[in-house]
């Protein structure tokens, strides 16, 4: 054991599992089976929510589960939320009125349902398996549900990203953009990432971020790999993850999490 540190924590698309793949492979399910055995706390930290995370949730060896990239965290033994920020209501009716005017694609996820405009394609590969879980945006008010994160689909992040974030702005709205990929947009109450859930997640256990050891591929896992103990970033992440990241492993294909934690001592 690494008595160094007290957790472990892995986004999941890009970290966990290939995209498009929902199962994990014998040595990663073994992975979390030895960490536990071995005294550690596990987390996933993902942009997933309660909805698209899938089986994931299921995984006996995996403490706590930090949802839609930090939003909300909930305690997987006794299924609680114990942690939520979410976006008001007064911002997303401002920001809904902006999205129809811009013809923005979009989608939300709240405790009850996930959520989806007119424009936003619900058959998406990453959306379809969890299709029946989501209903059109229209029904919000009528569900008094809760909004975590807003997803916009774009083949132009970056511009609309800036276009949003002066919106907020202007409008004095406790929003902002969360992080961008190369298919959409984040968006969450301000200041919330996924490096703030864990340290909130750690204040909750008495554990320092210094103790943590974190596994990310994309833009939205840049500040937690910065601010735990040892950051390592995914061989197929993204450059601007591997470039502020401590250390890099194999990429998720070949199990890369497991290899590295092995040679680090976590487990024989």
């Known amino acids: 054991m690494n008595d160094k540190y007290k957790m472990i924590v892995f986004d999941i698309d890009g970290t966990l599992l290939p995209f498009g793949i929902d199962e994990l492979t014998p040595r990663m399910k073994e992975m979390f089976r030895k960490l536990k055995e071995a ?7 993902s942009g997933r929510d309660i909805f698209t995370v899938g ?16 939003t909300f965290i909930l305690d997987l033994r006794t299924n609680e939320y114990i942690f939520e920020q979410t976006i008001d209501y007064e911002d997303f009716v401002k920001f809904r009125k902006y999205a129809e005017e811009h013809k923005l694609s979009f989608s939300f996820v709240g405790d009850k349902w996930g959520y989806y405009n007119d424009l936003f394609n619900i058959d998406h590969w990453f959306y379809q398996p969890y299709k029946d879980k989501f209903i059109s945006e229209k029904e919000f008010e009528a569900q008094n549900d ?19 974030n002066k919106f907020f702005e202007e409008n004095k709205m406790n929003m902002w953009v969360l ?34 050891v974190a596994f990310g591929d994309s833009e939205n896992d840049i500040e937690m790999l910065q601010h735990v103990g040892l950051g390592v970033a995914m061989g197929n992440g993204e450059d601007v ?28």
């Open 241 to 268: 993850t591997k470039n502020v990241a401590k250390e890099i492993c194999m990429p998720v294909t070949e199990d890369g999490p497991y290899f590295k934690l092995k040679e680090k001592g976590f487990y024989d």
């Open 146 to 164: 809760k909004n975590y994160l807003i997803t916009i689909s774009s083949n132009q992040p970056e511009e609309w990203a800036k276009k949003l």
């Open 179 to 212: 992080a961008t990929w190369n298919g959409g947009i984040f968006l969450s109450s301000k200041g919330i990432t996924k490096a703030v859930g864990l340290e909130i997640l750690g204040n909750l256990l008495d554990i320092k971020l210094e103790e943590m």
């Open 39 to 45: 005294g550690y706390i596990n987390v996933l930290c």
């Open 55 to 70: 089986k994931q949730i299921h995984n006996h060896y995996v403490d706590y589960f930090i949802g839609a990239n930090g």
